[in-house]
Nanobody, 120 residues
Framework: QVQLVESGGGLVQAGGSLRLSCAAS????????MGWYRQAPGKQREMVAS???????????EYADSVKGRFTISRDNAKNTVYLQRSSLKPEDTAVYYC??????????WGQGTQVTVSS
């Protein structure tokens, strides 16, 4: 079993920056993909960013159109941690952000989520 723990959420003003971290309880080396999703009140959970093929440090990344150019996902295999660096934050980025991992013999794993609120 593997656990994902998100941190770094909080309150930030529009235009500001914030980095989220997702620490895994086991090595992330064998995960097929890791990523970040978010869910705003009254909306469905949506993919924000993901890294494909976690065994390769130069694995590909994918972003939702709404965050391209503002968010960057990165991975530190040595620390078993995935990051989401976010800049130029907008009020519509307000949501609970969830870390996600797929594969490695664990199926689909979710973190507990971290609240991010962007004030205008």
């Amino acid at each position: 079993q593997v656990q994902l723990v998100e941190s770094g959420g909080g309150l930030v003003q529009a235009g500001g920056s914030l980095r989220l971290s997702c620490a895994a309880s086991r090595s992330i080396y064998n995960f097929n993909s890791m990523g970040w999703y978010r869910q705003a009140p009254g909306k469905q959970r949506e993919m924000v960013a993901s890294t494909i093929d976690s065994s390769n440090d130069s694995g590909s990344t994918e972003y939702a159109d709404s965050v391209k150019g503002r968010f960057t996902i990165s991975r530190d295999n040595a620390k078993n941690t995935v990051y989401l660096q976010r800049s130029s934050l907008k009020p519509e980025d307000t949501a609970v952000y969830y870390c996600n991992a797929i594969g490695g013999g664990y199926g689909v794993v979710w973190g507990q989520g971290t609240q991010v609120t962007v004030s205008s």
